[in-house]
Protein backbone atom coordinates (compact mmCIF):
# COMPACT_ATOMS: atom_id res chain seq x y z
CA UNK A 1 0.00 0.00 0.00
CA UNK A 2 3.32 2.42 1.15
CA UNK A 3 4.53 1.97 -2.83
CA UNK A 4 0.92 2.41 -4.40
CA UNK A 5 -0.07 5.54 -2.47
CA UNK A 6 3.75 7.62 -2.83
CA UNK A 7 4.54 6.25 -6.19
CA UNK A 8 2.14 8.69 -7.98
CA UNK A 9 4.00 11.72 -6.13
CA UNK A 10 7.53 10.71 -6.78
CA UNK A 11 6.84 10.30 -10.67
CA UNK A 12 5.14 13.78 -10.68
CA UNK A 13 8.59 15.06 -8.41
CA UNK A 14 10.73 13.39 -11.07
CA UNK A 15 8.62 14.75 -14.09
CA UNK A 16 8.53 18.35 -12.46
CA UNK A 17 12.84 18.28 -12.03
CA UNK A 18 12.94 17.22 -15.33
CA UNK A 19 10.84 20.42 -16.65
CA UNK A 20 13.03 22.71 -14.30
CA UNK A 21 16.68 21.32 -14.94
CA UNK A 22 15.45 21.92 -19.07
CA UNK A 23 14.07 24.86 -18.36
CA UNK A 24 17.43 26.31 -16.46
CA UNK A 25 19.48 24.89 -19.59
CA UNK A 26 17.95 26.72 -22.07
CA UNK A 27 18.33 29.59 -19.95
CA UNK A 28 22.28 28.64 -19.58
CA UNK A 29 22.09 28.23 -23.71
CA UNK A 30 21.19 31.68 -24.22
CA UNK A 31 24.09 33.09 -22.80
CA UNK A 32 26.61 30.50 -24.59
CA UNK A 33 25.18 30.58 -28.12
CA UNK A 34 25.79 34.54 -28.85
CA UNK A 35 29.47 33.62 -27.16
CA UNK A 36 30.43 30.72 -29.53
CA UNK A 37 29.25 32.58 -32.08
CA UNK A 38 31.42 35.38 -31.67
CA UNK A 39 34.44 33.08 -31.26
CA UNK A 40 33.51 31.63 -34.62
CA UNK A 41 33.56 34.94 -36.47
CA UNK A 42 37.39 33.96 -36.76
CA UNK A 43 36.34 31.50 -39.62
CA UNK A 44 36.20 34.94 -41.66
CA UNK A 45 39.14 36.13 -40.87
CA UNK A 46 40.99 38.42 -43.20
CA UNK A 47 44.78 38.28 -42.57
CA UNK A 48 45.11 42.18 -44.75
CA UNK A 49 42.89 43.50 -42.18
CA UNK A 50 44.35 42.60 -39.74
CA UNK A 51 47.91 43.34 -40.42
CA UNK A 52 46.58 47.04 -41.05
CA UNK A 53 44.44 46.87 -38.05
CA UNK A 54 47.90 45.73 -35.66
CA UNK A 55 49.68 48.59 -37.80
CA UNK A 56 47.52 51.46 -37.32
CA UNK A 57 44.94 51.15 -34.35
CA UNK A 58 44.96 47.97 -32.62
CA UNK A 59 48.56 48.63 -30.83
CA UNK A 60 46.54 52.48 -29.40
CA UNK A 61 43.38 50.74 -28.16
CA UNK A 62 45.28 48.08 -26.20
CA UNK A 63 47.53 51.20 -24.63
CA UNK A 64 43.73 52.85 -23.95
CA UNK A 65 42.72 50.04 -22.64
CA UNK A 66 45.50 49.19 -20.56
CA UNK A 67 45.59 52.88 -19.33
CA UNK A 68 41.62 53.05 -18.43
CA UNK A 69 42.35 49.95 -16.50
CA UNK A 70 45.38 51.29 -14.60
CA UNK A 71 44.17 54.43 -13.96
CA UNK A 72 40.56 53.55 -12.16
CA UNK A 73 42.01 51.02 -10.17
CA UNK A 74 44.50 53.39 -8.29
CA UNK A 75 41.76 56.10 -8.30
CA UNK A 76 39.49 53.04 -7.06
CA UNK A 77 41.66 52.88 -4.29
CA UNK A 78 42.62 55.60 -3.70
CA UNK A 79 39.33 56.93 -3.05
CA UNK A 80 37.34 54.12 -2.13
CA UNK A 81 39.24 52.39 0.91
CA UNK A 82 40.58 55.19 2.61
CA UNK A 83 36.32 56.24 2.99
CA UNK A 84 35.48 53.12 3.67
CA UNK A 85 38.34 53.13 6.71
CA UNK A 86 36.76 56.72 7.69
CA UNK A 87 32.61 56.20 7.83
CA UNK A 88 33.19 52.63 9.39
CA UNK A 89 36.02 53.10 11.87
CA UNK A 90 36.37 56.85 12.38
CA UNK A 91 34.29 59.43 14.28
CA UNK A 92 34.33 63.23 12.71
CA UNK A 93 31.68 65.66 12.00
CA UNK A 94 29.03 64.94 9.32
CA UNK A 95 30.11 60.99 9.00
CA UNK A 96 26.46 59.81 9.71
CA UNK A 97 25.37 61.52 6.29
CA UNK A 98 28.39 61.05 4.61
CA UNK A 99 27.86 57.44 5.40
CA UNK A 100 24.97 57.03 3.01
CA UNK A 101 25.79 60.13 0.83
CA UNK A 102 29.30 58.40 -0.43
CA UNK A 103 27.14 55.95 -2.03
CA UNK A 104 24.80 58.12 -3.88
CA UNK A 105 27.31 58.26 -7.36
CA UNK A 106 25.84 54.97 -8.05
CA UNK A 107 22.82 56.73 -9.25
CA UNK A 108 24.94 58.81 -12.23
CA UNK A 109 25.83 56.64 -15.19
CA UNK A 110 29.20 57.23 -16.45
CA UNK A 111 28.11 58.92 -19.64
CA UNK A 112 25.95 61.27 -17.61
CA UNK A 113 29.07 62.69 -15.58
CA UNK A 114 31.67 62.02 -18.59
CA UNK A 115 29.66 65.16 -19.90
CA UNK A 116 28.66 67.06 -17.23
CA UNK A 117 32.45 66.83 -16.44
CA UNK A 118 33.45 68.18 -20.34
CA UNK A 119 30.52 70.95 -20.30
CA UNK A 120 31.97 72.36 -16.94
CA UNK A 121 36.18 71.82 -17.45
CA UNK A 122 36.72 71.92 -21.10
CA UNK A 123 38.35 74.62 -23.29
CA UNK A 124 34.95 76.97 -23.58
CA UNK A 125 33.18 75.76 -20.53
CA UNK A 126 32.91 78.07 -17.32
CA UNK A 127 35.85 76.59 -15.28
CA UNK A 128 38.91 77.15 -17.55
CA UNK A 129 37.61 80.46 -18.83
CA UNK A 130 37.52 82.10 -15.28
CA UNK A 131 40.50 80.71 -15.13
CA UNK A 132 42.17 82.91 -17.85
CA UNK A 133 40.19 85.63 -16.73
CA UNK A 134 41.81 85.34 -13.44
CA UNK A 135 44.90 84.98 -14.00
CA UNK A 136 44.75 86.64 -17.53
CA UNK A 137 45.73 84.21 -19.21
CA UNK A 138 46.36 84.01 -23.42
CA UNK A 139 42.95 82.77 -25.12
CA UNK A 140 44.83 80.35 -26.87
CA UNK A 141 45.40 78.39 -23.28
CA UNK A 142 43.39 75.64 -22.95
CA UNK A 143 43.54 72.49 -20.17
CA UNK A 144 43.48 69.84 -22.99
CA UNK A 145 40.92 66.80 -20.72
CA UNK A 146 39.97 64.34 -23.68
CA UNK A 147 42.28 62.28 -22.98
CA UNK A 148 42.93 58.88 -20.53
CA UNK A 149 43.51 61.21 -17.32
CA UNK A 150 40.42 62.55 -18.12
CA UNK A 151 38.16 59.34 -18.52
CA UNK A 152 39.85 57.94 -15.71
CA UNK A 153 39.05 60.69 -13.79
CA UNK A 154 35.31 60.49 -14.52
CA UNK A 155 34.82 56.86 -13.84
CA UNK A 156 36.97 57.03 -10.75
CA UNK A 157 33.84 59.28 -9.67
CA UNK A 158 31.53 56.63 -10.46
CA UNK A 159 32.76 53.27 -9.74
CA UNK A 160 34.48 54.37 -6.57
CA UNK A 161 31.62 53.49 -5.01
CA UNK A 162 31.96 49.91 -5.74
CA UNK A 163 35.35 49.86 -3.60
CA UNK A 164 33.73 51.69 -1.15
CA UNK A 165 30.42 49.84 -0.17
CA UNK A 166 32.51 46.49 -0.11
CA UNK A 167 35.21 47.59 2.08
CA UNK A 168 32.90 49.40 4.39
CA UNK A 169 31.02 46.21 4.93
CA UNK A 170 34.58 44.51 5.47
CA UNK A 171 35.91 47.29 8.04
CA UNK A 172 32.56 47.32 9.81
CA UNK A 173 32.74 43.51 10.11
CA UNK A 174 35.57 43.22 11.64
CA UNK A 175 35.71 42.87 15.39
CA UNK A 176 37.28 44.20 18.49
CA UNK A 177 39.59 41.14 19.00
CA UNK A 178 42.49 41.31 16.64
CA UNK A 179 42.20 45.50 16.43
CA UNK A 180 42.73 45.45 20.04
CA UNK A 181 45.67 42.79 20.35
CA UNK A 182 47.18 45.16 17.60
CA UNK A 183 46.68 48.28 20.25
CA UNK A 184 48.35 45.95 22.90
CA UNK A 185 50.99 44.55 21.29
CA UNK A 186 52.27 48.64 20.24
CA UNK A 187 50.92 49.64 17.03
CA UNK A 188 49.20 53.18 16.82
CA UNK A 189 45.57 53.57 15.17
CA UNK A 190 47.05 54.17 11.52
CA UNK A 191 49.35 50.94 11.65
CA UNK A 192 47.01 48.80 13.32
CA UNK A 193 45.22 49.80 9.99
CA UNK A 194 47.78 48.73 7.99
CA UNK A 195 48.79 45.85 9.52
CA UNK A 196 45.47 44.45 11.16
CA UNK A 197 42.36 45.66 9.44
CA UNK A 198 43.39 46.23 5.69
CA UNK A 199 44.35 42.57 5.39
CA UNK A 200 41.10 41.44 6.71
CA UNK A 201 39.56 43.49 4.34
CA UNK A 202 41.23 42.42 1.33
CA UNK A 203 38.25 40.15 -0.25
CA UNK A 204 36.09 42.68 -0.28
CA UNK A 205 38.09 45.57 -1.63
CA UNK A 206 39.46 42.89 -4.41
CA UNK A 207 35.54 42.17 -4.76
CA UNK A 208 34.66 45.64 -5.37
CA UNK A 209 37.46 46.77 -7.31
CA UNK A 210 36.87 43.93 -9.61
CA UNK A 211 33.45 44.96 -10.25
CA UNK A 212 34.88 48.49 -10.94
CA UNK A 213 37.03 46.96 -13.82
CA UNK A 214 34.40 45.07 -15.61
CA UNK A 215 32.17 47.73 -15.71
CA UNK A 216 35.33 50.34 -17.12
CA UNK A 217 35.99 47.58 -19.71
CA UNK A 218 32.25 47.46 -20.87
CA UNK A 219 32.08 51.24 -20.96
CA UNK A 220 30.95 53.03 -24.07
CA UNK A 221 29.56 56.24 -23.40
CA UNK A 222 31.74 57.88 -21.20
CA UNK A 223 34.32 57.15 -23.44
CA UNK A 224 32.78 58.18 -26.61
CA UNK A 225 31.72 61.55 -24.82
CA UNK A 226 35.66 61.78 -24.84
CA UNK A 227 36.35 60.34 -28.37
CA UNK A 228 38.28 58.11 -26.32
CA UNK A 229 39.23 54.76 -28.56
CA UNK A 230 38.93 51.90 -26.76
CA UNK A 231 37.38 48.22 -28.07
CA UNK A 232 33.98 48.99 -27.58
CA UNK A 233 34.16 52.61 -29.82
CA UNK A 234 35.84 49.89 -32.13
CA UNK A 235 33.33 47.64 -32.03
CA UNK A 236 30.58 50.42 -33.00
CA UNK A 237 32.82 51.80 -35.56
CA UNK A 238 33.49 48.63 -37.48
CA UNK A 239 29.44 47.88 -37.21
CA UNK A 240 27.91 50.85 -37.85
CA UNK A 241 30.74 52.92 -39.57
CA UNK A 242 32.34 49.99 -41.93
CA UNK A 243 29.37 47.52 -42.13
CA UNK A 244 31.49 45.20 -40.83
CA UNK A 245 29.97 42.66 -38.65
CA UNK A 246 31.82 39.89 -38.70
CA UNK A 247 35.11 42.07 -38.33
CA UNK A 248 32.93 43.86 -34.87
CA UNK A 249 32.60 40.41 -33.30
CA UNK A 250 36.51 39.36 -33.37
CA UNK A 251 36.93 42.75 -31.76
CA UNK A 252 34.37 42.21 -29.28
CA UNK A 253 36.01 38.31 -28.90
CA UNK A 254 39.46 40.10 -27.86
CA UNK A 255 37.44 42.26 -25.26
CA UNK A 256 35.86 39.29 -24.03
CA UNK A 257 38.97 37.47 -23.70
CA UNK A 258 40.42 40.64 -21.34
CA UNK A 259 36.97 40.61 -19.43
CA UNK A 260 37.79 36.70 -18.67
CA UNK A 261 41.47 37.38 -17.68
CA UNK A 262 39.95 40.33 -15.18
CA UNK A 263 37.94 37.27 -14.31
CA UNK A 264 39.85 34.62 -13.72
CA UNK A 265 42.77 37.12 -11.77
CA UNK A 266 40.41 38.25 -9.25
CA UNK A 267 39.21 34.76 -8.62
CA UNK A 268 42.52 33.91 -8.05
CA UNK A 269 43.00 37.03 -5.96
CA UNK A 270 40.16 36.01 -3.44
CA UNK A 271 40.97 32.47 -3.64
CA UNK A 272 44.81 33.12 -1.85
CA UNK A 273 42.82 35.43 0.98
CA UNK A 274 42.42 34.75 4.44
CA UNK A 275 39.90 36.77 5.61
CA UNK A 276 38.46 35.76 9.61
CA UNK A 277 36.44 37.63 11.74
CA UNK A 278 37.79 38.62 14.64
CA UNK A 279 34.47 38.75 17.43
CA UNK A 280 31.23 39.72 17.66
CA UNK A 281 32.05 43.10 19.55
CA UNK A 282 32.83 45.85 17.24
CA UNK A 283 36.05 47.84 17.91
CA UNK A 284 35.46 51.33 19.18
CA UNK A 285 35.79 54.34 16.61
CA UNK A 286 39.05 56.61 16.40
CA UNK A 287 37.76 60.09 17.09
CA UNK A 288 39.32 62.45 15.17
CA UNK A 289 39.35 66.19 16.45
CA UNK A 290 40.52 69.43 15.33
CA UNK A 291 42.40 69.64 12.59
CA UNK A 292 42.20 65.75 11.48
CA UNK A 293 38.56 65.83 12.04
CA UNK A 294 38.30 68.56 9.67
CA UNK A 295 40.76 67.01 7.26
CA UNK A 296 38.72 64.04 7.31
CA UNK A 297 34.85 66.20 6.48
CA UNK A 298 36.89 67.95 3.46
CA UNK A 299 37.99 64.75 2.06
CA UNK A 300 34.89 63.09 2.37
CA UNK A 301 32.39 66.08 1.50
CA UNK A 302 35.01 67.06 -1.35
CA UNK A 303 34.90 63.42 -3.04
CA UNK A 304 30.51 63.37 -2.51
CA UNK A 305 30.42 67.38 -4.20
CA UNK A 306 32.65 66.39 -7.42
CA UNK A 307 30.96 63.07 -7.79
CA UNK A 308 26.99 63.80 -6.78
CA UNK A 309 26.09 66.81 -5.75
CA UNK A 310 28.17 69.41 -8.45
CA UNK A 311 27.13 67.26 -11.66
CA UNK A 312 23.31 66.72 -10.45
CA UNK A 313 22.80 70.77 -9.67
CA UNK A 314 24.55 71.42 -12.57
CA UNK A 315 22.16 69.11 -14.75
CA UNK A 316 19.09 70.83 -12.85
CA UNK A 317 20.36 74.21 -14.39
CA UNK A 318 20.82 73.24 -17.63
CA UNK A 319 17.58 71.27 -17.94
CA UNK A 320 15.74 74.20 -16.21
CA UNK A 321 17.68 76.16 -18.82
CA UNK A 322 16.50 74.46 -21.79
CA UNK A 323 12.54 73.55 -20.64
CA UNK A 324 10.89 75.33 -22.98
CA UNK A 325 12.53 72.92 -25.42
CA UNK A 326 10.96 69.82 -24.53
CA UNK A 327 8.10 68.02 -26.69
CA UNK A 328 5.94 65.33 -27.49
CA UNK A 329 9.27 63.56 -28.65
CA UNK A 330 10.50 63.55 -24.97
CA UNK A 331 7.45 61.73 -23.75
CA UNK A 332 7.99 58.97 -26.58
CA UNK A 333 11.77 58.50 -25.34
CA UNK A 334 10.20 58.38 -21.91
CA UNK A 335 7.83 55.59 -22.69
CA UNK A 336 10.12 53.84 -24.92
CA UNK A 337 12.52 53.62 -22.21
CA UNK A 338 10.11 52.53 -19.81
CA UNK A 339 8.32 49.66 -21.83
CA UNK A 340 11.52 48.14 -22.91
CA UNK A 341 12.32 47.76 -19.11
CA UNK A 342 9.31 46.55 -18.02
CA UNK A 343 9.49 44.05 -20.75
CA UNK A 344 13.01 43.24 -19.66
CA UNK A 345 12.28 43.10 -15.97
CA UNK A 346 9.13 40.79 -16.39
CA UNK A 347 11.40 38.17 -18.66
CA UNK A 348 14.64 38.58 -16.67
CA UNK A 349 13.31 38.36 -13.05
CA UNK A 350 10.84 35.08 -14.73
CA UNK A 351 14.27 33.61 -15.70
CA UNK A 352 16.18 34.88 -12.45
CA UNK A 353 12.58 32.39 -10.42
CA UNK A 354 13.77 29.31 -12.36
CA UNK A 355 17.17 29.55 -11.50
CA UNK A 356 17.00 30.09 -8.24
CA UNK A 357 14.30 27.38 -7.77
CA UNK A 358 16.21 24.71 -9.56
CA UNK A 359 19.53 25.06 -7.69
CA UNK A 360 17.36 25.25 -4.72
CA UNK A 361 15.36 21.91 -5.24
CA UNK A 362 16.49 20.22 -8.43
CA UNK A 363 20.47 20.95 -8.66
CA UNK A 364 21.99 18.21 -9.89
CA UNK A 365 25.65 18.78 -10.77
CA UNK A 366 25.50 19.68 -14.01
CA UNK A 367 21.78 21.90 -13.24
CA UNK A 368 24.09 23.93 -11.29
CA UNK A 369 27.03 24.32 -13.73
CA UNK A 370 24.23 25.82 -16.27
CA UNK A 371 22.81 28.19 -13.80
CA UNK A 372 26.45 29.67 -12.91
CA UNK A 373 26.63 30.04 -16.92
CA UNK A 374 23.29 31.88 -16.95
CA UNK A 375 24.63 34.25 -14.70
CA UNK A 376 27.91 35.08 -15.92
CA UNK A 377 26.15 37.38 -18.11
CA UNK A 378 26.08 40.84 -16.41
CA UNK A 379 30.24 40.35 -17.32
CA UNK A 380 30.13 40.93 -20.39
CA UNK A 381 29.94 44.12 -21.92
CA UNK A 382 26.85 45.18 -23.68
CA UNK A 383 28.49 45.75 -27.45
CA UNK A 384 30.03 42.47 -26.95
CA UNK A 385 26.58 41.01 -26.23
CA UNK A 386 24.81 43.24 -29.17
CA UNK A 387 26.96 41.47 -31.66
CA UNK A 388 26.92 37.94 -30.06
CA UNK A 389 22.98 38.55 -30.36
CA UNK A 390 22.90 40.06 -33.58
CA UNK A 391 25.53 37.18 -35.42
CA UNK A 392 23.32 34.54 -32.87
CA UNK A 393 19.49 35.92 -34.90
CA UNK A 394 20.41 37.00 -38.45
CA UNK A 395 21.75 33.51 -38.67
CA UNK A 396 18.52 32.09 -37.50
CA UNK A 397 16.30 34.57 -39.73
CA UNK A 398 18.79 33.11 -42.90
CA UNK A 399 17.18 29.80 -42.01
CA UNK A 400 13.51 30.98 -41.05
CA UNK A 401 13.87 32.31 -44.41
CA UNK A 402 14.64 29.88 -46.13
CA UNK A 403 12.34 27.73 -44.25
CA UNK A 404 9.37 29.65 -45.46
CA UNK A 405 10.32 30.37 -49.04
CA UNK A 406 10.03 26.31 -49.43
CA UNK A 407 6.50 26.33 -47.34
CA UNK A 408 5.49 29.16 -49.32
CA UNK A 409 5.79 31.42 -52.62
CA UNK A 410 6.44 34.89 -50.65
CA UNK A 411 9.22 36.02 -48.45
CA UNK A 412 9.26 36.23 -44.53
CA UNK A 413 8.28 39.66 -43.64
CA UNK A 414 9.29 39.99 -40.20
CA UNK A 415 12.88 38.95 -38.77
CA UNK A 416 14.49 38.75 -35.33
CA UNK A 417 17.84 40.66 -35.26
CA UNK A 418 17.15 44.69 -35.56
CA UNK A 419 13.67 43.79 -33.65
CA UNK A 420 12.27 44.08 -30.11
CA UNK A 421 12.99 39.94 -29.93
CA UNK A 422 17.06 40.61 -29.81
CA UNK A 423 17.03 43.28 -27.40
CA UNK A 424 15.59 41.86 -24.72
CA UNK A 425 17.69 38.83 -25.50
CA UNK A 426 20.41 40.86 -25.27
CA UNK A 427 18.97 42.83 -21.57
CA UNK A 428 17.97 38.87 -20.14
CA UNK A 429 21.11 37.67 -20.76
CA UNK A 430 23.16 40.81 -19.63
CA UNK A 431 21.16 41.71 -16.49
CA UNK A 432 19.91 38.21 -15.54
CA UNK A 433 22.83 38.08 -12.42
CA UNK A 434 21.31 41.22 -11.38
CA UNK A 435 17.83 39.80 -10.88
CA UNK A 436 18.98 36.47 -9.43
CA UNK A 437 20.95 37.43 -6.78
CA UNK A 438 17.66 39.11 -4.76
CA UNK A 439 15.60 36.20 -5.79
CA UNK A 440 17.96 33.41 -4.87
CA UNK A 441 18.84 35.64 -1.34
CA UNK A 442 14.46 35.56 -0.97
CA UNK A 443 14.41 31.92 -1.63
CA UNK A 444 16.57 31.07 0.98
CA UNK A 445 14.64 32.23 3.48
CA UNK A 446 11.54 30.03 2.76
CA UNK A 447 11.58 26.89 4.39
CA UNK A 448 11.39 23.62 2.51
CA UNK A 449 8.80 22.19 4.70
CA UNK A 450 6.45 24.30 3.42
CA UNK A 451 6.74 22.76 0.12
CA UNK A 452 6.42 19.42 1.44
CA UNK A 453 3.68 20.46 3.62
CA UNK A 454 1.75 21.58 0.36
CA UNK A 455 2.68 18.29 -1.54
CA UNK A 456 2.09 16.08 1.23
CA UNK A 457 -2.00 17.59 0.95
CA UNK A 458 -2.03 16.95 -2.57
CA UNK A 459 -1.40 20.45 -4.18
CA UNK A 460 0.40 19.99 -8.03
CA UNK A 461 4.09 21.67 -8.20
CA UNK A 462 2.02 24.37 -10.20
CA UNK A 463 -0.38 25.00 -6.93
CA UNK A 464 3.47 24.51 -4.80
CA UNK A 465 4.95 27.63 -6.64
CA UNK A 466 1.68 29.82 -7.59
CA UNK A 467 -0.06 29.26 -3.59
CA UNK A 468 3.15 29.27 -1.55
CA UNK A 469 6.68 30.80 -3.73
CA UNK A 470 5.26 33.36 -5.54
CA UNK A 471 3.47 35.06 -2.53
CA UNK A 472 6.49 34.70 0.00
CA UNK A 473 8.88 35.61 -2.50
CA UNK A 474 6.86 38.84 -3.86
CA UNK A 475 9.16 40.96 -2.25
CA UNK A 476 12.75 39.94 -3.34
CA UNK A 477 11.09 39.19 -7.35
CA UNK A 478 9.90 42.90 -6.55
CA UNK A 479 13.28 44.37 -5.88
CA UNK A 480 15.34 42.27 -8.50
CA UNK A 481 12.35 43.56 -11.43
CA UNK A 482 12.90 47.32 -10.14
CA UNK A 483 17.18 46.76 -9.99
CA UNK A 484 16.49 45.50 -13.64
CA UNK A 485 14.25 48.26 -14.67
CA UNK A 486 16.89 51.13 -13.52
CA UNK A 487 19.66 49.44 -15.29
CA UNK A 488 17.42 48.98 -18.88
CA UNK A 489 16.67 52.85 -18.56
CA UNK A 490 20.70 53.15 -18.25
CA UNK A 491 21.81 50.89 -20.59
CA UNK A 492 23.64 52.34 -23.31
CA UNK A 493 25.60 50.13 -25.83
CA UNK A 494 23.39 47.61 -26.54
CA UNK A 495 20.23 49.85 -26.87
CA UNK A 496 22.42 51.99 -29.30
CA UNK A 497 23.61 48.70 -31.47
CA UNK A 498 20.32 46.76 -31.60
CA UNK A 499 17.28 48.97 -31.12
CA UNK A 500 14.39 49.29 -34.15
CA UNK A 501 14.14 51.93 -36.11
CA UNK A 502 12.51 54.76 -34.33
CA UNK A 503 12.76 53.18 -30.76
CA UNK A 504 15.17 55.43 -29.18
CA UNK A 505 15.40 55.63 -25.78
CA UNK A 506 16.67 58.47 -23.12
CA UNK A 507 20.09 56.75 -23.40
CA UNK A 508 19.89 57.32 -27.57
CA UNK A 509 19.04 60.19 -26.86
CA UNK A 510 21.48 61.60 -24.49
CA UNK A 511 24.33 59.99 -26.92
CA UNK A 512 22.72 61.62 -30.02
CA UNK A 513 23.46 65.19 -28.38
CA UNK A 514 26.22 64.41 -26.33
CA UNK A 515 27.76 63.55 -29.57
CA UNK A 516 27.04 67.18 -31.41
CA UNK A 517 28.75 68.73 -27.89
CA UNK A 518 25.36 69.40 -26.76
CA UNK A 519 25.75 69.15 -23.00
CA UNK A 520 22.58 71.89 -22.44
CA UNK A 521 19.75 69.57 -24.13
CA UNK A 522 21.05 66.45 -23.11
CA UNK A 523 20.57 67.64 -19.08
CA UNK A 524 16.63 66.84 -19.18
CA UNK A 525 17.05 62.93 -20.27
CA UNK A 526 20.02 62.82 -18.14
CA UNK A 527 17.84 64.34 -14.96
CA UNK A 528 15.41 61.52 -15.77
CA UNK A 529 18.20 58.47 -15.73
CA UNK A 530 19.32 60.11 -12.73
CA UNK A 531 16.00 60.41 -10.69
CA UNK A 532 15.29 56.82 -11.53
CA UNK A 533 18.82 55.66 -10.81
CA UNK A 534 18.32 57.03 -7.31
CA UNK A 535 15.88 53.95 -6.45
CA UNK A 536 18.35 51.30 -6.64
CA UNK A 537 20.81 53.14 -4.72
CA UNK A 538 18.38 54.09 -1.99
CA UNK A 539 18.18 49.82 -1.65
CA UNK A 540 21.22 49.41 -1.48
CA UNK A 541 22.28 52.33 1.33
CA UNK A 542 19.06 50.47 3.55
CA UNK A 543 20.26 47.23 3.03
CA UNK A 544 24.19 48.08 3.93
CA UNK A 545 22.85 49.80 6.86
CA UNK A 546 21.17 46.66 8.02
Known amino acids: MKRIATSPITGEHAREGAAWRWAA?????????????????????????????????????????????????????????????????????????????????????PYVLAFVFLGLLDFAGPVQGTLRALFDLPQAWALELRNGFGVAVVMTLVFYPYVYMLARVSFLGQGASAYEAARVLGLGPWRAFWRVSLPMARPGIVAGLSLALMETLADFGAVAVFNYDTFTTAIYKAWFGFFDLHGAAQLASILLLLVFVALLAEQRVRSRARHAESGRSASPRIHLRGARGVAAALFAGTVFALAFAVPVAQLAAWAWE?????????????????????????????????????????????????????????????SVLAVGVMLSLSWLDDRLAGLWAMLSSGNLQWTLAGGLPGLLLAYFVRFQAVAFGPVDAALVRVRPSLREAARSLGATPREVVRRIYVPLLRP???????????????????????????????????????????????????????????????????RSGR
Open 25 to 109: RVLALLVLVPLAVLFSSWVYLEPALWRHLWQTVLPALLANTAVLVLGVSTGTLLLGVPLAWLVARCEFPGRRWLDWALMLPFALP
Open 322 to 382: TRGQLDSRYLDLLWHTLMLGGLAALCTVAGAFVLAYVRRHHGDGFTRIGVRIATLGYALPG
Open 476 to 542: GLLTAALLVLVDVMKEMPATLLLRPFGWDTLAVRIYELTSEGEWERAAAPAVALVAAGLIPVILLVR
